[in-house]
DNA sequence: TAGGTTTCGTATCGATCACTATGGATAAAT
DNA sequence: ATTTATCCATAGTGATCGATACGAAACCTA
């Protein structure tokens, strides 16, 4: 998971795997039938074990300004972690590819979106009980705070600290409108 | 260029661009050297015909905010110019990569650094003039704008329209302290 | 027109890719 | 103890990578 973390599906090759798990190519195709099983599987161990912040920030019981400014903190932590490689897996795994790889950067686009959709879900259900405005796009909100952190995995992997990432997220933050005030996430002009 | 655009630096073979250009393997050779010089190449065009929307936004003898607006606007529209591919060459160009094209990932890293520098030297100056707070962090805000269009690569790439990603660079304007007002770029928590 | 030079495309180089067949070592069974 | 069966690492599969050696064709000079 490691490796395809930091150099991406194709750029992993299966030398690299094998020295790192310690295990010979038979081995490696008995346990997980071929490279791109092993990928999808990284990809699942991802999902559960590094970026469980995401869920817990949108489900908790909390105002939705609240929620929102835990999921942006919890991406700064998760994606400057000591020992690990910056950035998400979902964005560095594969974001240009051969020819031969698009249904694995198709499904890394579908993480994408689905994450953007929770953060969308979430809005909705801040929207309906008043902590939005009536009139804040909520698509369009998401796709500004899944950009965002789209944003934040590049520059982790740029070398990005925790506490820039952290300036970065509450500098972002400024742009979600105050509760019970009605404006449009963008002034006219 | 469009090929390394679309496909990065490593997915993207010679024959592929041989193809394309309609030339032969030595004929290649003969006019680039190698692949890596060719890539350096493709990315120096880039940088003068396609994105020179972000030096005269910064360079325009206009207040800050507004140089900032064009910048993310002419982002949003750079960024899915119909018949090219979607994102950013210096984002999507070589994101992930093997440790054998490590100096290419520098580059490209180069060229982001180098946007977020010229990024914050615009706000220094819109600073010195009076268009920014006193107490605000140009180099925590350039950093929030370079991720912002970060950002907006990936969703462009993910098939963001140009009025989606239009809507993203309004709602990061928001985050902007209007001028005069005094405000840190984040509230305190 | 003949000779010498230069250009240019084909065919191929060694290296590496993901992946697998096979031979030897070990364990189980009679 | 001897045979049988099972596992598993080494060695190698065809394909493709970036890069190039070499022979043929074209061109300029004599």
């Known amino acids: 998971m490691h490796l395809f ?6 750029a992993t090759s299966l030398a690299m795997l094998r020295e790192a798990m310690g295990l010979t190519p038979p081995q490696i195709y008995n346990a997980f039938t071929d490279k791109e099983t092993l990928f999808r599987k990284a990809l699942m ?13 949108l489900s908790a019981p909390v105002p939705t ?4 400014r835990r999921l942006l903190l919890g991406a700064a ?14 964005v560095s795994g594969a974001l240009a590819t051969s020819p031969q ?15 953007e959709a929770a953060i969308a879900d979430r809005l909705a259900n801040g929207k309906a009980v008043g902590d939005l405005p009536e009139n804040l796009s909520v698509e369009g909100f ?46 006219k002009e």
Request: charged residues 20%; contains cysteine.
């Open 5 to 10: 973390w930091e150099h991406g599906y194709e």
């Open 65 to 68: 300004r609240e929620a929102i």
């Open 101 to 115: 790889a698009q249904a694995v950067a198709d499904e890394l686009k579908t993480y994408r979106k689905a994450s």
């Open 142 to 187: 998401a796709k500004y705070l899944a950009g965002v952190m789209n944003g934040m995995s590049i520059q982790a992997r740029d070398g990005a600290s925790v506490e820039e990432l952290r300036v970065l997220a509450q500098t972002a933050l400024a742009a979600l409108p105050a509760e019970g005030q009605n404006q449009t996430a963008s002034s």
């Open 77 to 90: 932590e998760a994606y400057s972690r000591p020992g690990k490689p910056g950035g998400c897996l979902f």
């Open 45 to 57: 161990r991802y999902h559960q074990t590094e970026i469980g912040f995401a869920l817990e920030a």
